[in-house]
């Protein structure tokens, strides 16, 4: 294919792009925002940065937008989940249109069930559980996930970056598994703002063996679709219920600022994972997962039994990450052949078999 042709392909990326940029000029100025856009320029520094990793890596642009409001800016874990959705739906949406436009592979016998699973649980999630947890406990939940996440990547980093294709091992259950992870996704989505392209990201890597090159992207559209169910979810109950489903202003205010250069950032981020090693860039994210569950427990003062239940909440997820591991290995947790691991075990009695 010619580098014409590979440009003409790529038509719906620019459409879109010329579309979103009118229309939020079209929104500045007519609403005469652009001292909301200048007065609120550190998220969009901290965006140019968190749209990069959300286009080249498993991480939803959230995943940075969330702790700089949060645990920086000292701001409720609600809005920092509302931001992380509606700048997502920007970026991440972004990110997906070239991924598309640019034929990129993406593993569509799991995402398409996952897809149809996120369409019920992000708005359950939205509804009936992300409004009863605590601040506290929302802010948890983000930092166990990503730490998580993090010490599953610098265990496993060689093995994740060298891997090539996609085992087939699994395929038979890819509608089920796929289900599974839109709903789970999507709830945890709703009341973190990121979540679900971690676990479709973590089966893909550690159960389907998947190249990175399928998994990132499946996670980048993932978390787009989720994104945009989840803030109009919340937009919609805000207006039907808003005093048990609140928005604050500062969602708008900071998403203004950040959506032109997210707009931008997670396509950069997309594009350039498939030109340099993915590891550095792993690593450092890796790193920033850990370091913000300790800044958290740190300046939220966990203790107690609130800290024991957050460190075996990782624990248990890295558990949950070492069994997939072993499965797409083919193995029991302990190393056992599978096959072998699902028969009945023979006991000697006596000299004789049972």
Request: net charge neutral; charged share 10%.
């Amino acid at each position: 294919m010619t580098s014409r042709d590979s440009l003409l392909r790529m038509w719906p990326f620019g459409l879109w792009l010329m579309a979103f940029y009118a229309i939020w000029l079209l929104i500045v100025i007519a609403g005469d925002h652009w001292q909301t856009v200048q007065s609120h320029w550190p998220i969009a520094l901290a965006m140019s940065f968190g749209s990069y990793i959300a286009g080249s890596t498993p991480m939803g642009g959230g995943s940075i937008g969330f702790p700089v409001l949060v645990l920086f800016f000292e701001l409720p874990g609600s809005l920092g989940r509302n931001f992380g959705l509606a700048v997502q739906s920007i970026g991440m949406v972004s990110a997906s249109i070239y991924i598309f436009s640019a034929r990129r592979p993406l593993d569509r016998g799991l995402m398409r069930p996952a897809l149809l699973g996120t369409l019920v649980g992000t708005p359950l999630g939205a509804a009936f559980v992300a409004p009863f947890v605590p601040d506290l406990w929302v802010k948890l939940t983000f930092a166990v996930v990503w730490c998580s996440f993090g010490i599953m990547h610098l265990m496993k980093l060689n093995e994740l970056v060298n891997a090539k294709g996609e085992s087939e091992r699994w395929r038979a259950w890819d509608r089920p598994i796929g289900l599974a992870i839109g709903v789970t996704g999507g709830v945890v989505s709703s009341i973190t703002g990121v979540g679900i392209d971690m676990i479709v990201y973590a089966i893909l890597v550690l159960l389907y063996r998947a190249d990175l090159k399928i998994s990132i992207p499946t996670s980048v559209v993932l978390m787009a679709f989720a994104s945009v169910v989840g803030i109009a979810s919340n937009v919609v109950l805000s207006r039907i219920h808003p005093g048990l489903y609140p928005m604050d202003p500062e969602v708008f205010a900071n998403w203004l600022a950040a959506a032109p250069v997210v707009a931008l950032g997670a396509p950069f981020g997309a594009i350039v994972v498939n030109l340099i090693s993915r590891k550095p860039t792993l690593i450092l994210v890796s790193t920033l997962c850990i370091l913000q569950f300790v800044w958290t427990i740190v300046q939220e003062q966990v203790s107690g039994l609130a800290l024991l239940g957050a460190v075996a909440a990782v624990l248990t997820v890295n558990a949950g990450f070492h069994l997939l591991y072993h499965w797409g290995r083919g193995e029991s947790a302990i190393g056992e052949p599978l096959a072998e691991a699902l028969q009945p075990a023979v006991v000697e009695i006596g000299g004789e078999e049972t």
